[in-house]
């Protein structure tokens, strides 16, 4: 009887280690790119998704579709008031719609979540009647006093992340927002959500607040949602680096939004900047969510933007950088991939070196020092393609350009004007023969312009 006992447990050892192993195999894929659908209507959405694959899009993110604070600003959908119900930007219907329109033409989708907090209905800032919400029970909220049934800001100023002190954002009111204790009726309520957003087909999610939330809260529910997609969900969080709290602190849980990188891309790209000071300095995490601008960091749309450029066509040309970048998920704000005529295009490079390393060859990004020039940016992708950006407002024009010590060397095609540059050797050298036309050779780029390029047969170039 006992060496039964034996065998069976050993066999029940084998069997979870190949669920386990199971769930690994199939984790979700790291997204190509992310268009952040800011602030759109979901069935408006829909209408375009399709084109968004055409661009290479692998997913398109949503704001938080919960039932919020009434209003049409955007931070209104940041403010929950009931988790059970879909409203604002589209019912239930609608996202079932959209998802079901993206994932036929290869798109998966991600949703925004909120559950570090609820409204603040009044605009008030230091009281709330939590009787409006879903979610009515004193003992769910953070509250100075245990007895008081007024939930007021701390007394010590919540805002101030300079002090070392982390326990002001986690114990302490988000501006006039209704703080959220995890208890068990709070974590029952937002898993009920993440299932349903599941079951409406949404392929991943980001959490937002997410440095406000004790890391083993943001956990469970990373594990939650990996249990009931099958390891199937690709997910985020929102965790805006500070003195007191580091990307580290969350990295371990999932990906993160890179702000180190943001923030050195900004020096180098803003007026006055030098793009020799490239490659920015970034999280050491291939796996980071990389922007050249989000809706965190636009002064247009908030007040309190972080470190916003003062030129909104400089963060252009940094998420063209981010695009040609071989590490990072490039999350694309919506207007930008509108009002910028290189930075779709930059979209679908990404996805052609992906494509390319999964065949076996090689991508690999190397920043080229071959033109000495603060405002002239030249990566290779191996030997599969190349990026070129002009930062400053004047012509460059060079008539030679010596690549012998690159990985380039055959036919590119750019993307976007569809023109064909040649590298060949020359004695023994490399260099650039050809550059749109035969009878020209170097390289010329327009001020303000970035240029992807992207390896084909040689005949292309004859």
Request: aromatic share 12%; hydrophobic share 35%.
């Given at each position: 009887?006992?060496?039964f006992?034996k065998k069976s447990a050993?066999?029940f050892?084998?069997?979870l280690?190949a669920l386990?192993?199971t769930?690994k195999?199939i984790a979700a894929?790291?997204?190509?790119?992310i268009f952040?659908a800011?602030?759109?209507?979901?069935s408006?959405?829909?209408?375009?998704v399709?084109k968004?694959?055409?661009?290479g899009?692998?997913?398109?993110?949503?704001?938080?579709?919960?039932?919020?604070n009434?209003?049409?600003?955007?931070?209104?959908?940041?403010?929950?008031v009931?988790?059970?119900?879909?409203?604002g930007?589209?019912s239930?219907?609608d996202?079932?719609?959209?998802?079901?329109?993206?994932?036929g033409?290869?798109v998966?989708v991600i949703a925004d979540?909120?559950f570090?907090h609820?409204?603040?209905?009044?605009g008030k800032?230091?009281?709330?009647?939590?009787s409006?919400?879903?979610?009515?029970?004193?003992s769910?909220?953070?509250?100075p006093?245990t007895t008081?049934?007024i939930?007021?800001?701390c007394?010590?100023q919540?805002?101030?992340?300079?002090d070392?002190n982390r326990?002001?954002e986690?114990?302490?009111w988000?501006g006039?927002l209704?703080?959220?204790?995890?208890?068990?009726?709070?974590?029952?309520?937002q898993?009920a959500?993440?299932?349903?957003?599941?079951d409406l087909?949404?392929?991943?999610f980001?959490f937002?607040?997410?440095?406000?939330m004790?890391?083993e809260?943001v956990?469970?529910?990373?594990d939650?949602?990996?249990?009931e997609?099958q390891?199937k969900a690709?997910?985020y969080l929102?965790?805006?680096?500070d003195h007191d709290t580091?990307?580290?602190d969350y990295?371990?849980?999932?990906a993160?939004?890179?702000f180190?990188?943001?923030?050195s891309?900004?020096?180098a790209?803003?007026?006055?900047?030098?793009?020799?000071?490239?490659?920015?300095?970034?999280?050491?995490?291939?796996?980071?969510?990389?922007?050249g601008?989000?809706?965190?960091?636009?002064?247009?749309l908030?007040?309190?933007?972080i470190?916003p450029?003062?030129?909104?066509?400089?963060?252009?040309?940094a998420?063209?950088?981010?695009l040609?970048?071989?590490?990072?998920?490039?999350?694309?704000?919506?207007?930008?991939n509108?009002?910028s005529?290189?930075?779709?295009y930059?979209?679908?490079?990404r996805?052609?070196?992906?494509?390319r390393?999964?065949?076996?060859?090689?991508?690999r990004?190397?920043?080229?020092r071959?033109?000495?020039n603060?405002?002239?940016?030249?990566?290779?992708r191996?030997g599969e393609g190349f990026f070129?950006?002009?930062?400053?407002t004047d012509?460059f024009?060079?008539?030679?350009?010596?690549?012998?010590?690159t990985n380039?060397?055959?036919?590119?095609?750019e993307?976007?004007?569809?023109?064909?540059?040649?590298?060949?050797?020359?004695?023994?050298?490399?260099?650039v023969t050809?550059?749109?036309?035969?009878s020209?050779?170097?390289?010329e780029i327009?001020g303000?312009d970035?240029?992807?390029f992207?390896?084909e047969p040689?005949?292309?170039?004859s």
């Open positions: 009887m006992k060496t006992y050993f066999l050892l084998i069997i280690s386990n192993f769930a195999a894929k790291q997204p190509v790119a952040h800011f602030n759109q209507k979901f408006d959405v829909e209408n375009f399709c968004l694959g055409e661009q899009y692998s997913h398109v993110q949503i704001s938080p579709a919960q039932k919020s009434p209003g049409s600003k955007w931070w209104n959908r940041y403010q929950p009931d988790y059970g119900v879909i409203e930007l589209g239930e219907t996202l079932k719609k959209l998802a079901d329109k993206a994932h033409c290869g998966k979540v909120v570090n609820m409204a603040d209905l009044y800032g230091d009281v709330e009647d939590v409006k919400f879903q979610i009515k029970a004193p769910d909220y953070k509250t006093s008081s049934p939930y007021r800001l007394e010590i919540a805002q101030d992340y300079s070392g326990d002001k986690l114990g302490c988000l006039g209704a703080d959220l204790n995890f208890t068990d009726n709070v974590k029952t309520a898993k959500h993440l299932k349903k957003l599941l087909g949404m392929d991943g980001r937002d607040a997410a440095k406000h004790p890391g809260a956990k469970e529910y990373i939650y949602v990996n249990q997609s390891g690709w997910n929102e965790v805006i680096e580091k990307a580290e990295s371990w849980i999932a993160v939004e890179d180190v990188l943001y923030n891309m900004k020096s790209f803003s007026f006055g900047g030098d793009l020799r000071s490239l490659p920015a300095a970034s999280l050491n995490d291939n796996r980071s969510v990389t922007f601008r989000n809706h965190d960091t636009i002064l247009e908030n007040q309190f933007a470190n450029y003062n030129d909104a066509t400089d963060s252009y040309l998420t063209a950088y981010v040609a970048r071989m590490d990072g998920t490039p999350l694309i704000f919506n207007d930008d509108l009002k005529p290189f930075i779709n930059g979209v679908k490079f996805k052609t070196m992906i494509d390393e999964k065949e076996g060859k090689n991508t990004e190397f920043i080229l071959v033109i000495d603060p405002t002239i940016l030249l990566i290779e191996g070129v950006e002009n930062k400053g012509k024009d060079t008539p030679t350009l010596d690549l012998t010590l380039l060397e055959g036919c590119y095609r993307l976007r004007n569809n023109f064909t540059v040649a590298i060949e050797r020359r004695d023994a050298k490399k260099y050809r550059w749109a036309t035969p020209r050779g170097g390289l327009y303000r970035a240029l992807y992207v390896r040689f005949s292309q170039c």
